[in-house]
């Protein structure tokens, strides 16, 4: 039987689910879900990640689709809101959250003020932007840095994702040849999303106990920078629980949201396996973490 991949953009939860069950259950009922089916995982990941537009999807079943036409069920307060946004290969977003907001230096030029917008939430506040990668420059502590911020690259990865014999690892990538850069298996449940998000985590962790006051985080989990910028707000205030009443999938993992607490963080989105230097070392980290034994 052919293997397929059921990509959600917008729903209660956002990402790639290996059944129809699975992804049924984020959409169902669900004003202005927008899914597909692919026949491979990459092509899944791109269309959640916004990365490409032109790829001609399986069609859903037709379940999904009286389903999703039903107005009756207005957007949840509780589940995840994402709007789609054009995405430039070539651009980075920028989400920053922290006790305050830190505005980097400019060792890396931001776009025209009109494509940034600010989001608001308790006395934080959240802003994201697209912003062009600059070349980070590294010092004599063996950090390399954006401005006067250190930055860390991490990844998550997970193979047969989603089926049975997944295995998850971990990768946290500071610079060359760095005593913290980490590669680790991925203890509990072996997921993908999962795997991200404790990846940052690890960095997160790692940058506390080198008391860093702010740290720039880059990664190309769209879920992750989502879930701490936007969701993780949603979640607390309905007590980690979905429209449906389901816990929130990864809550273990939002301890990053406490973790973000300690530190003002910058997190910058970007897309994955294209190239760019630290985003690909901490893929090969993660990787090799897969292949450990815990």
Not at 44 to 52: I, L, N, Q, R, Y
Not at 214 to 226: C, E, G, P, Q, R
Request: one cysteine or more; aromatic letters at 10%; a positive charge.
């Amino acid at each position: 039987m052919k293997e397929s991949f059921y990509a959600v953009k917008k729903g209660r939860e956002v990402g790639v689910f290996s059944t129809w069950t699975d992804c049924e259950k984020m959409v169902k009922n669900y004003y202005g879900a927008i899914f597909k089916k692919f026949s491979t995982e990459e092509q899944a990941w791109k269309f959640v990640e916004g990365t490409v537009s032109n790829i001609d999807p399986q069609p859903e079943p037709l379940a999904a689709r009286s389903a999703t036409s039903q107005r009756e069920a207005s957007e949840d307060a509780c589940a995840p809101d994402i709007k789609d946004r054009n995405f430039e290969p070539s651009t980075f977003q920028d989400h920053t959250v922290g006790v305050k907001r830190t505005q980097l230096r400019s060792t890396y030029k931001r776009q025209a003020p009109d494509n940034a917008h600010a989001e608001y939430s308790g006395s934080k506040r959240r802003r994201q932007d697209d912003c062009t990668l600059a070349q980070p420059v590294s010092r004599s502590d063996g950090f390399q840095y954006m401005g006067d911020t250190p930055l860390v690259y991490t990844d998550g990865c997970c193979t047969k994702n989603g089926r049975v014999g997944a295995s998850a690892g971990i990768g946290v990538y500071w610079g060359p040849n760095h005593p913290l850069n980490l590669s680790e298996k991925l203890a509990g449940r072996q997921t993908n999303q999962r795997a991200e998000i404790i990846a940052a985590c690890r960095a997160l962790e790692q940058a506390t106990r080198s008391n860093f006051s702010k740290l720039v985080v880059y990664t190309d989990s769209k879920f992750t920078i989502n879930g701490i910028t936007k969701w993780v707000q949603k979640w607390k205030r309905c007590e980690w629980k979905l429209s449906t009443g389901n816990p929130v999938i990864n809550r273990q993992g939002w301890r990053l949201d406490e973790l973000c607490q300690k530190i003002d963080v910058n997190w910058i989105h970007v897309p994955g396996h294209s190239g760019y230097p630290g985003n690909e070392e901490a893929d090969k980290l993660a990787k090799a973490g897969s292949t450990k034994r815990l």
